[in-house]
């Protein structure tokens, strides 16, 4: 948890930022399950309430960015209040990213919603989705409680998600070679399936940072990785 400090207003813009923080994470973490529920159910019109929810995400990630050089500027932290600010900084800028990521899979969303038809590989991509959000929700516990423990195993668990995309890859190259009147449709759903794959990047940031917070070291350099993906733009 964060440490108690003598200046009672200094505890109170930490614990605002603190706050920011959560609610960006719950943005993000609906914006998924939304984007997902979208891409399954063909539906269209939640896609589009996706996209629409991520002005919210995008204004709090500059109300962070904002509240973290006032905090600076009028505190002078050091030590672990620095790393508490900087923290929160760089925790923003990753949530921003996954709902920019779970944007990008409701586009895809629409975009085929009047298809009909969903390939086999489509439980992979849920499967994916599943274990992101379940990481996602973990580091968020880790920074809430400033868990390092909690955090590094998050971070050493992404290399599950990457061995589901190279499976989803495998499954969606099959179905486009069966019948290439597939790959435009199984295009849409590679690049969700790279998405999903970007959330558990990004939440291995976080997961980082959250060990950096806690105990002022840094993770390894290289982190788990798991079978070799593609690289989908």
């Known amino acids: ?17 603190g706050r920011h923080i959560s609610e960006m994470g719950g943005i993000a973490e609906k914006m998924l399950a939304d984007a997902m529920d979208a891409l399954a159910g ?3 019109e939640l896609a589009r309430q996706v996209i629409s929810a991520d002005a919210r995400l995008d204004a709090l990630q500059r109300t962070v960015e904002e509240e973290t050089v006032a905090v600076i500027a009028r505190r002078q932290p050091v030590a672990v209040d620095l790393r508490e600010i900087i923290g929160a900084l760089r925790i923003s800028g990753d949530l921003e990213r996954v709902g920019d990521l779970a944007k990008n899979i409701a586009k895809r969303a629409a975009k085929i919603a009047g298809e009909g038809r969903m390939p086999r590989a489509m439980v992979g991509l849920k499967s994916m989705h599943d274990l992101a959000v379940m990481q996602l929700n973990d580091v968020l516990d880790a920074y809430a409680q400033r868990d390092a423990e909690r955090a590094k195993a998050v971070w050493l668990r992404d290399a599950e998600l990457d061995s589901l995309e190279d499976s989803v890859f495998r499954d969606l190259l099959t179905h ?3 019948d290439p009147r597939n790959i ?32 002022g070291r840094p993770l390894p350099n290289e982190r788990p990785r798991g079978a070799a993906s593609t690289d989908l733009a």
């Open 184 to 215: 435009t449709f199984c295009t849409h759903l590679l690049f969700c399936s790279k998405n999903l794959e970007r959330v558990g990047d990004h939440t291995t940031n976080i997961a980082e940072t959250v060990f950096y917070i806690r105990t």
């Open 42 to 44: 063909m539906n269209a």
């Open 1 to 17: 948890m964060v440490e108690q400090h003598t200046v009672r207003s200094f505890d109170a813009e930490l614990e605002l930022l």
């Open 176 to 178: 486009m070679m069966e």
